[in-house]
């Protein structure tokens, strides 16, 4: 020690030697690549080979939310994803942690839903030993996910994380999973890394403009049909091009229906729009694919509950598909006129170009006719209340702007029937996958997502009972989740199709012992209402709906009853049961 620096006296360093880089490790960097995305809301479920990641972010905090178990996590994130158009956030352990996470992960490539998951696993050097909570999650999910990744090294998290958030939410969407072993979360990393400005993916680069020249076979094919038809899917709504498609239609003169997952997509009640197609669609709808001499498919995929049996699925039509995925292109419907693209600059395209549009009046007013002669239709039961009935009466009172998020079955198929969204991004439901319980979660994520919107979880009382220990986050955080149970006391579409298909043997599809689904919501502290009959139904919903806290409705409905109209397996479109009112 220099005789003129005294023991207690501080010593002034160079700045560059007082600038040591704190230590870190790979659970605080994730949550620093995280915050770089700007992820505002996490579900999860914690355990042991994500502890370190947990400590990070009780840290350097980002919402999370603990959900009663890891599909509900799931479901949650879904249901944020489908509102926000933009990646859910999902954290769970290894081995059963992730697992559970399966099905979500299934149901969001198959409907592509944007998430980015993140899942434990255990050490590197245990992996492949059969350790404690360890299961091939990159095995498992390869073939329901956009691409998974498995951390190796810390200075790679930056990257990877950018990288499946772009994965996610461009080109055709789905799900992302990032594997975590738990060494790498511990590992202390004292260099600074961040990620790379640019993402080059070379075996990934989605198309999103048209090409020009099938654009221009496109409005030749327009300008020379007699009978054209849009159909919009969901591929319309993740390119927010609601507007666009409105303007398309509106300049043409366009007759246009959605699928199932499209809905939303042009407004429930525009003169131009003449329903949902499909298995249980509106026959107006399924009437104008099979006459229709051009078919106008944006962002569909030409499902087999849309198309029934292919052979007569739009014989007389010119194909015209356009999809941002070339793989759904051709893959079930021969296609005349393919358009690789997003689908609001595809849409764009077509509306830069000035031409004489088709003349439809003869068969706008053909289907206009349709329409009249074939509404929906049901048969009133008295006092006993009908699903079809609450679900008009959750319209009139929400006027259709509330965001609706449904199961799969019967119920789904009456929500998609009788309620008209006004708005886009408010319908979530479970579509190709078609999993029970899905809809509660989803619509937990959908209020978190929108705060400030009427959510209503329209659901049925076996799906509900998948999912509903998630109640506990209502009571939590005081979401105004309206959460209405259609209880018909069965697995209702499991016993139409026994009805009409199995000579009614009725084979594991009754359900005579429920709980009682108000002392449910009570035992989670929540308003509990049932509705026993139709003259008492408009006035608890009214109460209820309209109420600023979390409710549970139970809606005794009629048991026998069947969703109509209805292709049957095997049959085409144009063979619908139950168009007519007995």
Known sequence: MSANVSVNQEIEMPEEQQQVTKPRDGADILVQALHEQDVDIIFGYPGGAVLQIYDALYRNPIRHILTRHEQGAIHAAEGYARVMNKPGVVIATSGPGATNLVTGIADAMIDSIPLVIFTGQVATSVIGTDAFQEADIMGITTPITKHNYQV?????????????????????????????????????????????????LPGYQPTTKPNYLQIQKAIQALSLAKKPLVLAGAGVLFADAREQLTEFIEKYNLPVVNTLLGLGSIHGQHKQFYGMAGMHGYATANDAITKCDLLINIGARFDDRLTGNLATFAPNATIIHIDIDPAEIGKNVPTDIPIVADAKEALYALLKKDF???????WTHYLNDSRDKYPLWYEEAGEEILPQQAVEIIHKLTDGEAIITTDVGQHQMWAAQYYQLNNPHNWVTSGGLGTMGFGFPAAIGAQFAKPEKKVISIVGDAGFQMTNQELALLKEFNLPVKVVILNNSCLGMVRQWQETFYEERYSQSLMPIQPDFVKLADAYGIKGYRIDNLSEAEAIFDEAINSDEPVVIDCRVKQLVSVFPMVAPGKGLHEMIGVKKP
């Open 356 to 362: 004489p549009g088709p003349d439809t009046t003869e």
């Open 152 to 200: 190796q090294d810390v200075a790679d998290i930056p990257r990877i994380v950018k990288e499946a958030f772009h994965i996610a939410n461009t080109g055709r969407k789905g799900p992302v999973v990032i594997d975590f072993p738990k060494n790498i979360s511990q590992t202390v990393f004292l260099d600074e890394i961040k990620a790379p400005d640019d993402i080059y």
